[in-house]
């Protein structure tokens, strides 16, 4: 179990509100608009405002020789993939079921921790894991068969969440001694040139100048996403426990799905709301202080 600091609290909860809100603003900037250019414009962007934060801060931006091989894997897996592959499952499922099976990552991330990376969880854990898979299932409840006759969506998010959850386990690992900032900065320059080809080769015949609704979408997402949020996930997947930082964000998709009833009018039902309790309690699972460890904090008090 692990406690969260108080500068961890308000990223986590800042992260909570962007990534939500997001993915209804998703779904409106890629509805009309081809999606990768919707992505790369969205990078080419937010990547120097990123850069301006970095500069602001007096942040390093040299990575040396010898680590940008393990820095390209960690972009391939936390960064290639994911954004390539889930704004296409965008354009074929709702805003919220996007956000939900997008956020089967932790799930996955658990999995590939305990079965792949020998991650001992302890059975409190466990019952978070199971307590977001079942929450994950209910909120698909009314989508089951929608979602059966569109397998490629489904398929694209599910590939993302995984790929995703693996790149979690590996930027938790990494033993690059630089600035999370520093990766985050050059894991996404990396991913603006890959978007940047993706859409040239796939879509250069459907570029058009964006709407009003399309500009706003591409500008949330540039400022707040590209140009906060990655960097905020990544100093928590950083800083955390896998299971910890992975479960802790497991109120994106509520939001998701509730941002999208409110924006879109998709329509919320009893399981929407079942499981956003569970979602609470598996979060709690994780960030809930232990009975064990808050008599070790009062032993250490008393010994200090």
Not at 46 to 54: A, D, R
Not at 184 to 202: D, G, I, K, N, Q
Not at 211 to 238: D, K
Not at 264 to 274: C, K, P, V, Y
């Amino acid at each position: 179990m692990h406690s969260l600091t108080t500068r961890q609290w308000v990223l986590l909860v800042l992260l909570t509100l962007v990534w939500g809100l997001n993915w209804p603003v998703l779904k409106l900037g890629v509805t009309g608009f081809p999606p990768l250019t919707f992505r790369m414009l969205c990078l080419l962007i937010g990547t120097p405002i990123l850069g301006l934060g970095l500069l602001a801060m007096k942040v390093p931006f040299r990575v040396p020789r010898q680590y940008w091989r393990e820095l390209l894997v960690l972009a391939i897996f936390n960064m290639f993939i994911w954004h390539a592959l889930i704004i296409l499952a965008v354009q074929y499922l709702s805003s919220g079921r996007s956000a939900i099976l997008g956020y089967t990552m932790p799930i996955f991330s658990a999995l590939i921790g305990a079965f792949i990376f020998q991650n001992q969880l302890s059975k409190r854990a466990w019952g978070g894991v199971f307590a977001a898979a079942l929450g994950v299932l209910l909120l698909l409840w009314h989508e089951l068969s929608n979602l059966s006759g569109k397998p490629v969506g489904v398929l694209l998010a599910l590939i993302s969440a995984s790929t995703w959850a693996l790149g979690t386990q590996l930027m938790r690992r990494t033993t690059i001694p630089l600035p999370t900032l520093t990766l985050s900065f050059w894991m996404t320059a990396m991913t603006t040139l890959v978007m940047m080809v993706l859409a040239f080769v796939f879509e250069s015949d459907r570029w058009q100048e964006p709407s009003p609704t399309h500009w706003a979408a591409i500008l949330f997402n540039a400022f707040l996403v590209f140009g906060f949020a990655h960097a905020a996930w990544f100093y928590l997947a950083r800083g955390l426990p896998p299971v910890a930082s992975t479960l802790s964000v497991m109120m994106i998709p509520i939001l998701g799905v509730f941002s999208g009833a409110w924006a879109l009018n998709e329509i919320l039902h009893w399981q929407d709301w079942a499981a956003m309790a569970l979602m609470v309690v598996s979060i709690a699972s994780v960030l809930w202080p232990s009975q064990t460890a808050g008599l070790a904090q009062t032993e250490d008090a008393k010994k200090a």
